[in-house]
Each structure stands twice: as structure tokens, then as C-alpha cells.
């Protein structure tokens, strides 16, 4: 039985990593079972967690138990997105007993903590609390239901579980962190159970680090003070003194800005984002030194070790069967969803990622005529898929989602597809010959997903945004829209441009060499493996946590 009331990771702990943390986040991809997470956020809090416990680092999760996830994506008649809200349960959590109290809105709200053992699913332990418990009233019980909640209280009710909750249950524990780790700013109230338990803002200072993933200072979560305070976030400290603590005036509480106040260090998650966050964040006082570990995802999960043996090996038809092997297979999940039934020895491109304006889905539409002639090439042919969650209510994203839906109904070699978690995220980057990731530069902080496509033998074709910045050998490794001057393009102009050549690169350079130089374009697919495991693997990730960020 696992003692919950002085809980230790349940392994021998390597010594370089002996420094104790507890790693909080709004979500967490850890399995296809566990359906806690939504996109880039929990895919990234997953790795780190696999790499914690491959590593054997004195590291714990602590996360919300979703009662319905994010949302199932489902269709409606016309195929068209239709999101649907199940029960999830799950027997493979361990109830811990343990129940305690804190203020929500001015009423004691009970939570419950839920535990997944590491060897489960091959990740460090991780502590979910639930608010669903009888013992409190429905809208309590609901605190925890959906992830980021629509309703402004509800969300900043969520965020107080995160925090304050989360920083109780390691009293609970007894587990006493030497590092509590914000990822992203969801559990910033926990600052406020730290400043009773330690005293003073430098004593929190001492044990606080914060990972930013936000590009932009608009992009910050911000909340009245007065709505705060009066859903109890500020745990008994008053408004006034919570501004001389923050440091903020005014009466908009910036959640980003507070983490980082109480923060004695602080990332960024690539190189860009690093220096983006400096400079948004340079005109404010009482901020700590900004760095940056790039993101990267767990290879022993994502990759496809078939690939990889076949590439170590030189063994270039058996590597070639097996990509082909992989696109097929992969290619009846999409056949069972959408009656398209696909062609392993096509190009395939794949766009699949959270829906988000920014990230322009149908960009590669926008010019139906090139759009139609592209898809109708005898030459060279090609196919593509899309699939991605867009939040519920963001209905311009929806809006794109159906909108490609319908498109497709007009080409056999097109398709989209639903239910993007993580089991369809790995068949998807293995039907994938090319990657397709075009944010407007530069609103990706990171963005991770060409990282798993790439250790499954797909090639990216990207705008020169996030991590691709530091992976990018155009022609080599990967194909890069080459970056103009953005900062003197508007919106429309910046987006004609990135359209222009994504046309150019893929009817010049790409499909040219897929369908006239094998040998060339295997040497493209393999260059981009065995770079991403060199650098954009999650155990380099965790390691640099523990140098850069968790030592004194």
C-alpha cells in the first residue's frame, strides 16, 4: 500500500536529480485512457513526466481530475464538428482518502485526491484532485467537470483548485518540495497558501519557478481583482495587500505577472520564445532573469522504433516497406471516419494540431483555384488530411473545421478527421509524409507536434516559428517558408506571402523530389530523425529543468 500521509516517489531516486519538485499543471497527456489534457500544454506536461520517471528524478504531477475531459469530438449528420460531454472513469486510479477543505467563493469546497502509480503508464506519480464528491453541493461538484471551463468564475475556480488545492494536498502528503513548478500561470494562487506557510514573499520566492508559454502579453490571463477577491483566490489576503505584493495597480490582476513576481526563475519554451518573453516582459520591474528550455517530446513513447532500427541498420527497402506499412494502417482509421480511402504510395500531407485562428488550418485552401489544381495533379498526386480540437466555443475556429469538412466532400483525396488525442496524434504522424505547420509568425511559443511527426518518419514543412527555428536545415532536415520582414507586413499581407510559398516550396522543391528522388528525399526523412532525437527529446528536456531551473 502506498503511504499517502508521507509520501516519497516510489523508486530509487538518481542523485543528480535528488532535488525534490512538484510540477503543476492544468493538463496532462499521459495515456489514451486518461483524458485530462487538450492540446500542445498537456502533450508537453506528459513527456516531461515520462522523461521524470525514465530519469528516476525526485519529481511529482500534480493536475485536475477532468470528470469529462476536454470535450469528445463527435459529428453532426452533415459530418460537420459536434462536441459531446461522457462521464470518464477510470479503475486504474487509486483513491489516497485523502479529503480536505478550501475556501471557494466564500463556502468550503471539499477535494479529493486521485493517484496514478508510475508504473501504470511509465510516468512520474501524479496527484489529480476532484471536486465532485458528495459531500459537496453541485456547482462545487462541477468545479472540476470540464477543462477551462467557459464560465469565468468556474475557470478561476478551476485555477484555485490547481493552486491553493494543489499546494495543500503536499501538506497533505507530508511531501514538503524543495521546488513547486508553475507550468504556465493556471496555479498562481498556490503563492498565496505558500506566503502563509512560509511567511514571506522571499521564502516563496526561494522555492518558486514558472514556465511561461505565452507569446504574447495579451495572451496572459487577466482577471478583476475584485471578482478575484470575492471568489476567495486571494486565500484571506486583501486586495491592497495583494497589489504591494504583485507589485500591480490598477484593478486587473495579471496571472503571468504575479507567477513571475513570486518566481525566482523563469523559461520560456524555445530559444524564440525565450527571447520574446524578454522583451515583452523588460519595462516591468521584479522579474526574474527569463531563459528557455525548449520544449521536446518523449521519444520511447512517440517514436516509431521499427523506422529508427531500419535507419541505424542501413536496411533502405525494409525502411521504406515499413513507412509504407504505417501510412497504410494508418490510413483505415481515416477510411472507418470518413469513407476516404487513401493511397500508401501518395504523398501525404498532414495538418493536426489544436484549431487556433493563428495557426490558419485551411491556409493552403485560401486560393481555391491553386487549392483545386494541386489536388487534381496527375503528375504529382497528394493527399491530405486534418484533424484537431478546436475549443467548443470558439466558433471562428469551428467555423474552419466545418468548412474544411465540406471541402472535402469534394475530393476523394482529402479528408478530415475527429477524435485528435493521443493514439490518433501517432497514426496520423505516421500516415504523414510531410508535416504541415504554418503558424503566423511569431505567435508559437513552441509548438511540439513536428517533433513526434518527425520520429515517425515524416518530413516538416513549417513557417519559421517556435522550436523549428532551432531544427530548421531547409532542404536537409525539413522545409522552411524563409522569413521577410512580418513586422512590416499586416495580417492579410502576411498571410498572402506565407501562402505564395507554401505553393512555391511544395510544387518546386517538395513534390519534385518525393516522386523523381527517393534516395534524396529518405535522406530528408532520415536527417529530421535523427536530429529530433539529438536535441528535441524530453529526457535532455527534464535534465536542463533540474540544471537550469530547480538547483538553488
Not at 515520462?50 to 477532468?66: C, M, T, V
Not at 514573499?201 to 526561494?206: H, L, Q, S, T
Not at 518558486?208 to 478575484?228: I, Q
Request: charged share 25%; hydrophobic share 35%; with cysteine.
Amino acid at each position: 500500500m502506498t503511504d499517502f500521509k508521507n509520501f516519497q516517489v516510489p523508486y530509487q531516486v538518481a542523485p543528480e536529480y535528488a532535488t525534490k519538485t512538484a510540477y503543476f499543471s492544468m493538463e496532462f497527456a499521459i495515456h489514451q485512457p486518461l483524458k485530462i489534457y487538450s492540446g500542445g500544454l498537456g502533450f508537453l506536461s506528459g513527456s516531461h513526466l515520462r522523461s521524470a520517471y525514465e530519469l528516476k528524478q525526485n519529481l511529482i504531477g500534480i493536475g485536475i481530475l477532468w470528470k469529462y475531459g476536454y470535450y469528445d469530438q463527435g459529428r453532426n449528420q452533415d459530418q460537420t464538428l459536434k462536441p459531446e460531454w461522457y462521464e470518464k472513469l477510470y479503475s486504474f486510479l487509486e483513491d489516497t482518502g485523502i479529503k480536505y477543505q478550501i475556501t471557494v467563493h466564500d463556502v468550503p469546497v471539499w477535494i479529493k485526491a486521485y493517484y496514478l502509480a508510475p508504473t501504470t503508464f511509465n510516468a512520474a506519480p501524479l496527484f489529480l484532485l476532484s471536486t465532485d464528491t458528495p459531500e459537496n453541493d453541485y456547482l462545487s461538484q462541477t468545479i472540476t467537470h470540464k477543462l477551462y471551463d467557459s464560465d469565468t468564475a468556474a475557470k478561476i475556480a478551476q485555477c484555485m483548485i490547481l493552486g491553493i488545492g494543489g499546494a495543500r494536498l503536499l501538506d497533505e502528503l507530508n511531501f514538503n518540495p524543495d521546488v513547486y513548478h508553475l507550468n504556465e500561470a493556471h496555479g498562481v494562487s498556490s503563492v498565496f497558501h505558500l506566503l502563509k506557510k512560509f511567511g514571506s514573499k522571499e521564502e516563496v520566492k526561494k522555492r518558486l519557478v514558472f514556465t511561461t508559454h505565452t507569446p504574447e502579453e495579451a495572451g496572459n490571463e487577466k482577471h478583476d481583482f475584485y471578482l478575484l477577491n470575492k471568489m476567495s483566490f486571494f486565500n484571506g489576503f486583501t486586495v491592497d495587500q495583494v497589489k504591494e505584493l504583485t507589485g500591480m495597480k490598477g484593478d486587473i490582476f495579471n496571472h503571468s505577472l504575479a507567477a513571475l513576481r513570486f518566481a525566482r526563475k523563469a523559461n520560456g519554451v524555445s530559444r524564440l520564445h525565450g527571447q520574446v518573453s524578454r522583451e515583452m516582459w523588460k519595462d516591468y520591474p521584479d522579474i526574474p532573469e527569463i531563459t528557455h528550455i525548449t520544449n521536446s517530446q518523449n521519444y520511447k513513447y512517440w517514436a516509431d522504433k521499427q523506422l529508427y532500427n531500419f535507419e541505424n541498420t542501413g536496411d533502405q527497402t525494409a525502411f521504406d516497406d515499413r513507412k509504407r506499412y504505417l501510412k497504410k494502417r494508418a490510413f483505415e482509421i481515416v477510411a472507418d471516419q470518413t469513407g476516404q480511402l487513401l493511397d500508401p504510395d501518395v504523398l501525404t500531407i498532414v495538418w493536426a494540431r489544436r484549431f487556433a485562428s493563428y495557426k490558419r488550418a485551411e491556409l493552403i485552401t485560401r486560393d481555391l483555384r491553386r487549392f483545386d489544381a494541386l489536388m487534381k495533379n496527375t503528375k504529382y498526386p497528394i493527399q491530405i488530411i486534418w484533424a484537431g480540437k478546436p475549443y467548443p466555443l470558439d466558433y471562428g475556429a469551428v467555423s474552419v473545421f466545418n468548412q474544411l469538412v465540406h471541402l472535402s466532400k469534394n475530393y476523394p483525396n482529402m479528408a478530415v478527421c475527429v477524435g485528435y488525442e493521443l493514439t490518433l496524434s501517432k497514426r496520423l504522424k505516421q500516415a504523414s509524409d510531410i508535416w504541415l505547420n504554418n503558424p503566423r509568425v511569431p505567435r508559437e511559443a513552441s509548438g511540439t507536434s513536428g517533433m513526434t511527426a518527425s520520429m515517425n518518419g515524416s518530413v516538416n514543412f513549417s513557417t519559421y516559428d517556435g522550436w523549428i527555428c532551432e531544427f530548421a536545415e531547409h532542404g536537409e532536415n525539413c522545409f522552411i517558408v524563409p522569413s521577410p520582414n512580418y513586422a512590416s507586413m499586416n495580417i492579410q499581407e502576411q498571410d498572402e506571402y506565407d501562402l505564395n510559398k507554401l505553393y512555391e516550396i511544395l510544387e518546386n522543391e517538395i513534390l519534385p523530389t518525393y516522386y523523381d528522388d527517393k534516395e534524396k528525399w529518405r535522406k530528408i526523412v532520415q536527417k529530421g530523425m535523427t536530429d529530433v532525437v539529438g536535441y528535441f527529446e524530453s529526457n535532455r528536456m527534464a535534465k536542463e529543468y533540474y540544471e537550469l531551473m530547480y538547483k538553488g
